[in-house]
């Protein structure tokens, strides 16, 4: 995900915080029973899988574990040699399924690791850097890439499957979407060639496409019944997930660099307008607009009850009431904050910042719990698979954290 030359084109500009009228609270039944069936599945421990780059479809950055510093430093895999000078050598978020481990970076490899200790269990090699996270597809992991294909490969051998050629480079993360009427699986993925394409992730043929007015630089969130995004052409788009069929167009004034979220029929986004918004995905209206700083937003939304939280490039994590888009809090690091934020079990909030750290604050005020000392700038987000905790650098190494001991067993 890193930044281009359509970021240099975009002009800033100047908006003004809004609200909308009053209206009425919704439910978050749906987030409660994530964290319902996240406990269920793992039968009151944590499951130590995160199958999804932002914890779920709708990308919503949130995970059931019981954040309980201080993490411990597990085990360190440089996937390449990197300079400091070098700049973003490892922008892609960790997926986790089975005990391994999926990850590319900017050298053009794709990484099977072991979740245990780090070891490398397959490499795949493309013709250009990957920077969006991957996605697992059935006995499939899928990721985009630079060189303008789409990969698909086994996930236990690491043989490719299939690929799927684009006409420009592929920055965006993958998603994947199942239909519940026939449990197939379908690739949601967005190009530089200015289209998201859904692909039969058994085969990689194309099922639909959706043309929009500039790149896709961020992944397409997937929630009640939708596929929305956002893109260089400052427009949120809404399709239809099955059919690819747009169904509005909401526009939001910037360019839009990372991922959306979805909950209860509401679509987050952070922007290069310098600001956070609300619309509701019923009929594009806005909800609030959140900002008052002249400094853009890159890091995508968290969604917790009645928390919105992301980072900005004020150097600040914000949370914000989720249905006023009043600020609550900010804790200020000491460089920009590009890194998406993972909120767990509802009460720890985990990111990386370019200053070299990875944080961890309190949900409810915002106030600092732990902190580590990576040394180079991070501007992954944070897999939390079980009390797994792992996030890449701009040295190009991922890092790998274990969840701190449950106070009965320090006894």
Known sequence: MNENHAQRRFTRRTLVMTASAPHKKRPFSAIAALFLAHAALAGGAELAEWPHSRGDAAMKGL???????????????????????????????????????????????????????????????????FDGAAAFAGELVVAGCQDGFIYAWNAVTGKEVWKFETDAEVHASANVWTDPATKKDHVVIGSYDYNVYCLDALTGTKEWAAETGYYINGGAAIGSGKVVFGGCDSVLHVHDVLTGKEEKVIEVGAYIGNNVAIADDVVYVSHYGNRVGAYSLADGMRVWEYGEREFEFYSAPAIFEKFVVVGGRDKRMHGIDRITGKGLWEYKTRDQIDSSPVICAGKTVLFGSDDGYLYALNLADGKEVWNYEIGAPVKASPAVAGDWILIGADDGVLYAFKNGQLKSETK
């Open 63 to 129: 995970s059931a574990t019981d954040i309980r510093p201080p993490l411990t430093l597990a085990w360190q895999f440089e996937t390449m040699k990197a300079k400091r000078s070098d700049g973003e050598m490892l922008v892609s978020t960790a997926i986790v399924r089975q005990g391994k481990v999926y990850v590319g970076c900017k050298s053009g490899n794709f990484y099977c690791l072991n979740l245990d200790d780090g070891k490398k269990i397959w490499e795949a090699e493309a013709k250009g850097a």
